[in-house]
């Protein structure tokens, strides 16, 4: 059994799904819920049917209120109400005390963390705010693994990221560069005059902003990397931000080809200022954008459209985002299901689809991991990666269809099969039709229809 489907997502996947006509009605229906959210639930595919495409659209962008029932839970998570600087200041005493309590104190904070994270993606049906969250984490990766971030990165994600997804991409970029997370994840709050730590500089303009092609060159690095000489936390006291005069570099720079004069820390805001609306910033961020939501290779119109749209709005991200949800191309047959789930995608959307309730995230937690993509696992600054190239290889295939399988016990075939609408091929739909009932969930569930999105 598991043989068979492993031959079948192998040799199916590759190619992108092909409508039998313009995506419409159901079609495209499916088409947002796979891309807008994380698939759909039971139900979901003749509620947006009936409401229609653009509606859910525009709800989307302007979400609901969250559920009482999940606003409830949430609240209880103790540890994801803690400011920076209590969470850090849990953490370090647990540093002090016996090895056994430190334990429990990291497991705690990173067990809530992926329980808000993951029953947000499951059961909100603010489903863009949470696939924009996942997006946003990525572009701004900061490593759990690292430190002082074990204590930090749901004060993150809460503070400097959740806040700023459809907003002003200027706002997100500062508030993630003040955040202590990023100051030492990257290193800049031990940087300083004569003690130089490019890390974060680097990463600002060649993943945050303008790209690896973005037209700096290594000088700019360095020159910015001073500018920001004295940006730094106070991880004793409230984990605030912090510029230390002392630390800074007094010194003119020349960044970018303009001269920089002693400002202190309003040098680096305005590198900021710069950054946030530049045209290269524009095109990078829209390219990745594109290539999240369209195709692994977005179309280049497209992408320049978007870009475009961000230098007129000074980087509204609400404003780029309709203009890439109302192009033609994004409803274009050719990319519906041309895009391979990442572990992630493919986790919460077994979840939705099967409609079970999440009592327990831990099970979630850990094929994330076996899947390569624990959460807030990634150690390098770039983040996961959301392409084909990146999660199609056999092992990873047959990891999923183990999950499949584990989740058939509790899962029924016809609620996976009415979630799942017109995304389910014929081939698929009569395989599965003639296979054991035990079965056919975890059938639907493997196939390569739902492999993709």
């Known amino acids: 059994m598991r043989r068979w489907m492993l031959a079948a997502v192998i040799a199916t996947l590759p190619q992108a799904a092909v409508w039998a006509a313009p995506l419409s009605g159901e079609q495209a229906a499916v088409h947002v819920l796979n891309r807008l959210a994380y698939g759909p639930r039971p139900g979901d595919i003749e509620r947006v049917r ?14 609901p209120p969250l559920p009482p029932a999940l606003a409830q839970r949430l609240d209880k998570l103790e540890t994801l109400k803690m400011s920076a600087g209590d969470a850090l200041q849990r953490f370090q005493d647990a540093r002090q005390g016996e090895q056994g309590e430190r334990r429990e104190v990291v497991q705690q904070l990173a067990a809530e963390a992926a329980e808000a994270r993951l029953l947000r993606a499951v059961e909100s049906p603010r489903q863009l705010e949470e696939v924009m969250v996942d997006f946003w984490y990525n572009h701004f990766n900061v490593f759990a693994g690292k430190g002082q971030d074990r204590a930090l990165v749901a004060s993150y994600e809460r503070d400097a990221i959740r806040p700023y997804v459809f907003g002003s991409f200027r706002q997100m970029l500062g508030a ?7 100051l030492f994840y990257l290193d800049n709050w031990v940087s300083k005059a004569g003690g130089l730590n490019e890390n974060y500089a680097r990463e600002l303009m ?26 730094t936390y106070r991880p004793k006291r409230d984990a605030q931000f912090a510029f230390d005069p002392r630390r800074h570099d007094t010194g003119s720079k020349t960044w970018l080809g303009k001269t920089v004069g002693a400002r202190g820390a ?7 200022d710069v950054l946030a609306v530049h045209p290269s910033t524009a095109r990078n961020i829209s390219r990745k ?26 980087g509204d991200i609400r404003s780029v985002l309709r203009t890439l949800f109302s192009s033609p191309e994004f409803m ?16 919460v959307s077994a979840s939705r689809a099967s409609a079970m309730p999440v009592a327990d995230v831990k099970p979630l937690v850990g094929i994330l991991s076996r899947l390569g993509q624990p959460l807030y696992g990634c150690q390098t600054p770039d983040g996961y990666k959301n392409t084909e190239s990146a999660w199609l290889n056999p092992d990873g295939l047959s990891r999923r269809i183990s999950y499949a399988m584990s989740l058939s016990s509790g899962a029924d075939a016809a609620t996976v099969q009415d979630a799942l609408g017109a995304s389910v091929s014929k081939n698929t739909a009569s395989i599965v039709a003639g296979s054991n ?12 229809d739902f492999m993709q999105h």
């Open 206 to 231: 060649e993943l945050h902003t303008l790209g690896v092609d973005g037209g700096y060159t290594q000088k700019d690095v360095t020159e910015l990397a001073r500018m920001l000489t004295g940006w």
């Open 289 to 314: 954008l594109a290539q999240y939501f369209v195709a692994d290779q977005p179309p280049p119109a497209l992408v320049e459209r978007m870009a475009q749209t961000w230098i007129g709005s000074n």
């Open 332 to 347: 274009d047959q050719q990319y519906a299901g041309a895009k391979f789930k990442t572990p992630y995608q493919f986790v």
């Open 50 to 63: 009936q409401a229609g495409v653009a509606a859910y659209i525009d709800e989307q962008l302007n979400p």
């Open 266 to 272: 309003a040098e680096g805001e305005y590198a900021l």
């Open 176 to 182: 993630t560069a003040h955040h202590p997370a990023m």
């Open 437 to 448: 009932e035990r079965l056919r969930a975890a059938m639907l569930l493997g196939s390569p």
